[in-house]
């Protein structure tokens, strides 16, 4: 079940708008890239920039709330298909699940966060007609990441879902 997760995940964000630098984009989404020259950074910290984004947007939601940071999955190689099939290294993916009052409306608090990130985010629209409320947004400067944020569905609980992919990181030996 593990890797038809994470495989669903990255047909959604992989395919259409990947989070390795290298990866080709879509013409009308920019992405800036490194200089040849500067070194990958770590998967550490790459996997650090990930959690933090994940903590920033958990800190957006207002109380009550539950957060529930999900096992880490096996980190996907920057050569893989999913990811553009370029560079070196891995990407890191974060996912959480924030439990919230059962009378929050769920799809005004998916469309409160973009604007809520800052700068260098940018809100992409990935063509599927979802019947649950959906936002996918991307960090287009240093550092590379993509979120996507929805509605936790097939529960009994009220909530949203987090998972957001790192650019490459590369391992030390």
């Given at each position: 079940m593990r890797m038809r997760e994470r495989g669903c995940a990255f047909v959604l964000f992989g395919l259409l708008a990947c989070a390795a630098p290298a990866c080709a984009m879509p013409p009308?989404?920019?992405r800036a890239s490194p200089s040849p020259s500067d070194p990958p950074p770590s998967f550490d910290q790459v996997r650090q920039e990930i959690d933090s984004?994940?903590?920033?947007?958990?800190?957006l939601i207002p109380e009550p709330k539950e957060v529930v940071i999900l096992a880490?999955?096996?980190?996907?190689?920057?050569?893989d298909p999913l990811v553009g099939g370029h560079g070196k290294g891995s990407v890191y993916t974060g996912r959480a699940k924030i439990y919230v009052d059962p009378a929050t409306d769920i799809s005004e608090l998916v469309n409160s966060i973009p604007p809520r990130l800052g700068e260098g985010w940018v809100v992409v629209d990935l063509g599927l007609d979802l019947n649950y409320p959906e936002t996918y947004v991307q960090?287009?400067?240093?550092?590379w990441m993509d979120l996507s944020v929805d509605k936790i569905l097939h529960s009994d609980r009220t909530g949203i879902s987090l998972s957001?992919?790192?650019?490459?990181?590369?391992r030390d030996r």
């Open positions: 009308s989404l920019p984004l994940i903590t920033r947007v958990a800190d880490d999955g096996d980190p996907l190689s920057c050569s960090h287009r400067t240093t550092p957001a992919i790192s650019r490459c990181g590369v």
